[in-house]
């Protein structure tokens, strides 16, 4: 049985992938878990607690997991709420698209 979804849930993914610079951190994080000052690094443009603000954003749409590793804290890319919006948002709209589109071909 799936486990029922708040939409307050997806309300926090959608907010967190709305941002360009937290896609950014969130690709950055799929190529390999970072610590933050590592991801700090990545966006030198930006200062370390503009960083952390939106690290927050992503922690609590549940996109980023941290766990503490002597003074570092390492972070990983936790991709289940993406698939979770995939699965529920996505799929089916592009599924309904290519039978469109197959429809279309057959006239």
Request: charge should be positive.
């Amino acid at each position: 049985m799936k486990a029922a979804v708040n939409r307050s849930d997806d309300d926090l993914v959608f907010k967190a992938l709305a941002n360009p610079v937290r896609r950014r951190m969130l690709d950055a994080l799929r190529e390999e878990p970072l610590t933050t000052g590592a991801l700090c690094a990545v966006f030198d443009t930006l200062d370390r607690t503009t960083v952390l603000q939106h690290l927050r954003v992503l922690e609590r749409a549940e996109l980023v997991t941290g766990r503490k590793v002597g003074r570092e804290r390492h972070l990983a890319l936790a991709p289940l709420p993406i698939k979770r919006i995939h699965d529920r948002w996505i799929s089916d709209y592009a599924r309904a698209a290519v039978d469109l589109m197959e429809r279309l071909d057959g006239d």
